[in-house]
């Protein structure tokens, strides 16, 4: 099985910060790799698919990149609507796997 | 845009059964393959179930031999039938739909509540 990793598991961030979350496979996984966001008690939420692809409707200001086995998030400029739990997920094979998630609170 | 929303999710006895069921507003696209997952409460995101397009199935090793995927296309609904429940499948079920040729998931439904306890 692919295990994912991420870091920090939590961080502290203000209004307008640029924000960065990294995500490692424990193998390649080419650009299979997908992020998420969840806020409390709500489903989650397709950001970016590919590394680098946005979903549909996602703003501009959230960023994938990375192929291999390293992988970044970046959220260009931390609005009130953006803190919540990411994760990232790798759909190379089954079983799926996702990430411990990352935790952005103020 | 897929609309998703789940049914089915109760509180039931360990050793129990339960089938959930994710009606779709389509099955429609590129891509028509369905799964399921799981988030315990306060932990983080599992995937438990696939079945993809022709009908092969896929699971995690957690639920394999007691859970089982299936889909009425038809009645544009997905299905998770889960037996010998225990204590640690106490979660939230969400169907996902997945997109493109290379299965990442897009969307997601609003999640339904599985309790095991006695």
């Known amino acids: 099985d692919i295990q994912m990793t991420q870091s920090p598991s939590s961080l502290s961030a203000s209004i307008g910060d640029r924000v960065t979350i990294t995500c490692r496979a424990s193998?390649?996984?080419?650009?299979?790799l997908a992020w998420f966001q969840q806020k409390p008690g709500k489903a989650p939420k397709s950001l970016i698919y590919?590394?680098?692809n946005l979903q549909s409707g996602v703003p501009s200001k959230f960023s994938g990149s990375g192929s291999g086995t390293n992988f970044t998030l970046t959220i260009s400029s931390l609005q009130p609507e953006d803190f919540a739990t990411y994760y990232c997920?790798?759909?190379?094979?089954?079983?799926?796997?996702f990430g411990p998630g990352t935790k952005v609170d103020i | 845009e897929v609309q998703l929303a789940e049914s089915g999710g109760d509180v039931i006895q360990p050793g129990g059964s339960l089938r959930l069921a994710c009606a779709a507003s389509?099955?429609?696209?590129?891509?028509?393959?369905m799964s399921w997952v799981r988030q315990a409460p306060g932990k983080g995101l599992e995937w438990v179930s696939v079945?993809?397009?022709?009908?092969?199935?896929y699971y995690a090793d957690s639920v394999k031999g007691r859970f089982t995927i299936s889909r009425d296309n038809s009645k544009n609904t997905l299905y998770l039938q889960m037996n010998s429940l225990r204590a640690e499948d106490t979660a939230v079920y969400y169907c996902?739909?997945?997109?493109?040729?290379?299965?990442?998931?897009?969307?997601w439904g609003q999640g339904t509540l599985v309790t095991v306890s006695s």
């Open positions: 997920q790798q759909y190379k094979s089954f079983p799926l796997t």
């Open positions: 079945i993809v397009d022709g009908g092969r199935t």
């Open positions: 590919g590394a680098s």
């Open positions: 389509a099955f429609t696209g590129s891509n028509n393959d």
């Open positions: 193998q390649d996984i080419r650009t299979y």
């Open positions: 996902v739909s997945r997109g493109g040729i290379s299965g990442y998931f897009n969307y």
